[in-house]
């Protein structure tokens, strides 16, 4: 599902407006911590979709995440040299 920015920044902008009312109703410290999380994975949504999205010609019968780990993997090759099996995991 490809997100607008503008779209993105509503989104978090309605966020904080709940984060307010619940905070203002005094619901407890756990709802603080979910509101804050939900804020955090939304910040981490757009980095990735921005990220994403720099791939201009995605590679037929991959998706474009698939493509720019690819293009990562392939340009930390170059600069390093193939990862050693330790580093596989």
């Known amino acids: 599902m490809e997100i ?3 779209s993105q ?3 978090l902008r309605g966020l904080a407006t709940k984060r307010d ?8 410290e756990d709802i603080q911590w979910a509101i804050d999380r939900i804020i955090a994975l939304e910040n981490r949504s757009i980095l990735y ?3 994403i999205y720099q791939i201009a010609n995605k590679t037929p019968n991959e998706t474009r995440h ?3 780990l690819r293009y990562i993997k392939q340009a930390e090759e170059k600069s390093h040299g193939p990862a050693c099996k330790s580093d596989a995991g």
Do not use: D, V
Request: aromatic share 0%; no cysteine.
């Open 66 to 68: 698939e493509t720019a």
């Open 21 to 28: 009312i619940l905070h203002s109703k005094t619901q407890g």
């Open 9 to 11: 920044i509503s989104r």
């Open 4 to 6: 607008t920015t503008n």
């Open 49 to 51: 979709e921005e990220l």
